[in-house]
Structures are given as C-alpha cells and as structure tokens.
C-alpha cells in the first residue's frame, strides 16, 4: 500500500485487509469470527477450524455498530466468503457490546490473551497489550487462560492517543515517529511529565530551545516505555514476553521497553493490532463447537 | 511598610504591592519564553499602577512554580504558604483553600490561626487544572471565558466518562457529533474538574468555611459545579488569580505569618 506522507494526517496509520489464499474454507468444518471494536480502532477476523483465514484492521469510526459491520466486510472481501457461513462471532473490546451480529461479547482481555497465546505459542507468559486509549499488562497460562492483568484505561499517558498528540505536534508522520527516534546519538533524559497535556508543554520548550524533533521523539519514546514498565513490574514480568496493539509497531518504544526491562520481547509474525480479535475468533470456535454438542 | 509579593505560575506571573495591608496596585503579565523579562514586565505595571518606585519597595518575596527566577527576591514562599497567607487575610474564617491554577491544583487546611495543617497537590494531571478547561473550550471552539456563563444555562446533565484531557477531548467531540447541546457539554465538563478537585479536597477535609482562589475561581460554571459537588457556598475573592502574589507581599510585610 502506497503512503502519502505528505499528507497533514500525522496520525494516520495503515489500515489493512489480508487472507490465505492457500485455505479452502469451504473445506473447512467450523468457520468462525472475532471482532475487536476499539476506541481507535476494530478488526476482524475469520478463522477456519481454529486456523487464521482472513483479518481486517481499520479506523473506528463514530458509530461502533457501523464499524464493526465495515471490519467484518473488508475481512470477508476477496474471499467469496458470506457472513452467512460464519457459524459464531464473537464481539470484543471497548465497543464489544455494539457488534450487532456477534452471538457473544467477551472481555479484551481475555481475547487479548487468547490471541497472543495463538501468535506466540504457549510459552507466552506476558503480554503487553499497548492500544489506542489504553494499556494492559496480562499474564497467561500456556493456554492463553489470563491468571491476572493491570490496566490503565484512565491516562493518555503510554497509549496510542499520547504518540498521536506527539506526532501532530512534531509533524512527524506516526509510523515513522519510532524509527526516528532512534537517529539520536545519545539517549536524552525522558520528558519528565506524565500527563500528555503537560509532556506536550514540555516538548513545545524543548523544541524552542531548539532540539530536533529526532531528540523530542526520543525523549517521549523513554517516557512512553518507562510509564508502561511501571505497570508491567507492578504485574510481575515472566518470560516470555511480547507486546501487541499499534504500539507493538513502533520500534523506537519497543526497544526502550525492552531496555528497560532488559528482556526482548518476541517478534511477531502477524499484525500486533489483530490480537484481540484474533482471540476473539478462537473463543468463537470454541463456542460453536459446545453449540453443536449441546444440539445433538 | 511598602513590600512587594510577586507569583511566577506556570502560565502568568503576577504582582502584588502592598502597604500595611492596602493593596496598592497589581500587575500580570502571561508567561512567554522569557521569564526574567516577564517578572520585570509585571514588576513595572504593579509599580506604575501603585505610583511607587522599585527603591520605596523594602522586601521582594517570590512564590509560585517559577520562584527561583525571581533574582530581585528577597525570600520566596511556597505556593502553600502564600496561598494560605493570602486567603486567610481576604477571608479569615476560611479553614480550607482550594487553589486551581494553569496547570496544578492545590486543597489547603488551615486552623483558627491560619496555620497550615495538611495540603493536597496535584501537579501530574491536566484534568484537575486549568488546562483542563482551555483544552475542552478548544474542543467546543469557544474561547475559554464563554465556556463558564454557558454552562450556567444548561438544563441536563450529562455524563462525562473519560478523566484524562486527552481522553475527554475526544469524548466532547463525540458529544458534539451526537448532537448534545454546547451548555450541557459545557456544565459536564466543569462537572468532571470539579468531581477532581473535590476528591483532592476531601484527602485533606473538607472543613467550612472554603475559599476558592486560581484563575479559575473566575469561571462561573466550575463555581457552580464545585458548589454542588461539595454541598456548601463557597468564599470567592474579587481577584482570586492574585491571591497568592498577595499572600507573599503580606508575609514579606510580617503581616501574615
């Protein structure tokens, strides 16, 4: 997909459809879906028999319900798949109550466990859900069953919405705010304010006093990373550990997390933000399973 | 004795002069880039308005987040302390002041004698500050002084569920979209910073009488919300923003202890 990064949307992050081409799914027996309705943004995701088929990944719009039903139809274009065959969707995240066609709504954080168990295998014990408006420390089981989770849903501060304000502030395109970051020769000292209202203050000085904007992004990419380590030492870190959501993406606070925790967080093999509903998908199969005994 | 209290806050600096407790002028000046050339800005238009000179001022005391940028200082204060002095010489059956600034909020106890007993602040978090206010009057496109005497004339009142300023802005914008009226966004939102402060409030005591200073102490509806949240009236002085400055220049005078 072409960027347009002259565009003044700073903020802006790709959005994305996929799917297997090398699944028949009209071979497949269960066909299920997950749908993650977040503040910023929703995702889609089909699974056949427990597989990852096809996923969608958009902008949440003002109406939930509409955006749910637009992430379900982009995952399903290309794949001569109706909703129709889906057997069991299973709505999840901040919005989950408004997924209109969803049998089940579900808690993000127990699809968001689920979901990084199926990306990271079961040796997963800490996940690091970095979304739009807030921010989970999860620990799982080898099965992606949560045994306990911390959470900030109150602060912008080490969300997605704080590196939004920074990146319309710097007019720094956000998916390249974290690779940026890292084209400082040494590590400057951290932007000492939390709240994003005030680090932004903050910011706006230091670029007066004429530091580049390279220095600025540095700066609040180790406040970023440092607010989060808080929560997650406050969780009790085990390995291993990933991160997943849209901040999973941006290398210049991922590497600061990883510093500071000095542990590496495992690199993932599908797109961070489809986590949730991915977990989503697998609670469906699940389901759809049980439904079908309980029939007989 | 002719004595000078000078605030350094976060967003404007502001002078007191004073003599044997008569306020004799004031000056403000909004903080920009450089501070020393504010401080001297808001030295000379209190000067000028009090009709003294620099030379007939005996004692400087600086307060404020900026008070260490005050060279011509004689002594400096906490903002604790000058506010407690300030308040309790306005109102001196004031057992709790609440100040609300640019970007801190601050819930003060005091005795009969005006002494400090406990103090809460809030430093970290736009939501329980001012900007705060400006933030969601930018989000409402209304200039921050319109934002109080509209909510006055809301008649519902709506939920505010985000804390974060960050987090309410977008919540105002949805507001909008889903066709609430301005004033009750509006009251909501002086609804919301109000529930903060008081929270903040209550960690000390909430012990009649209270005196509300800050430049938001201007703002109408957080008056109106703060009232109804704490469930008493409230002491309001004509030039709460000043409170402060006054509060230095009285202790620099001995007048206030």
Known sequence: MAEDTSSKEYWRWTESNWHDPDIDWKAGDIISAGVDVG?????????????????????????????????????????????DNIEYVVGTGYGRVNVPFSKRAITEIACHGRGANYMYGPTIKTVLDMGGQDCKAIRVDEKGKVVSFLMNDKCAAGTGRGM????????????????????????????????????????????????????????????MAHRVVGLLERLGIEEDFAITGGIAKNIGIVSRIEKELGIKALKPSIDTQIAGALGGALFANALAKKERKKGK | MVTAGIDVGAKNVKIII????????????????????????????????????REQVETIYATGAG??????????????????????????????????????????????????????????????AGAFTEAMARALELPLTELGPLSLTSTRAVPMNAQCAVFAESEVVSLIHQKTPKRDIARAVHDAMASRITSMARRVGVEPEVCLIGGVAKNPGFIDSLKRDLEMEILIPEDPEFVSALGAALLAAGIAN
């Open chain 1, 39 to 83: 503040s910023v943004s929703s995702q889609a995701v089909i699974m056949v028999d427990g597989k990852l088929f096809a996923y969608s990944n958009m902008r949440t719009g003002s109406d939930s319900p509409k955006s749910a039903q637009d992430a379900m139809d982009w995952a399903l274009e290309g794949t001569e798949l109706t909703q």
């Open chain 2, 67 to 128: 008070r260490k940028e005050v060279k011509d200082a004689d002594d400096s204060y906490t903002e604790v302390g000058a506010d407690a002095a300030g308040a309790i010489y306005l109102f001196p059956s004031a057992r709790t002041v609440i100040d609300v600034g640019a970007e801190e909020g601050r819930a003060i106890k005091v005795d009969e004698k005006g002494k400090v007993v406990d103090f809460a602040i809030n430093e970290r978090c736009a939501a329980g």
């Open chain 2, 18 to 53: 004073q003599d044997n407790g008569k306020v004799l002028g004031k000056g403000q000046v909004t903080a920009g880039f450089d501070t020393a050339s504010d401080i001297k800005e808001a030295l000379d238009a209190g000067l000028a308005e009090a009709g003294v000179t």
């Open chain 1, 164 to 223: 939004e304000v920074f990146a319309d502030l710097l007019g720094v395109h956000i998916t390249k705010a974290g690779e940026m970051s890292l084209q400082v020769e040494e590590e400057p000292p951290m932007v000492s304010s939390t709240c994003v209202v005030f680090a932004k203050s903050e910011a706006s000085a230091l670029l007066r006093e004429g530091w580049p904007k390279e220095k600025v992004l540095a700066a609040y990419c180790l406040a």
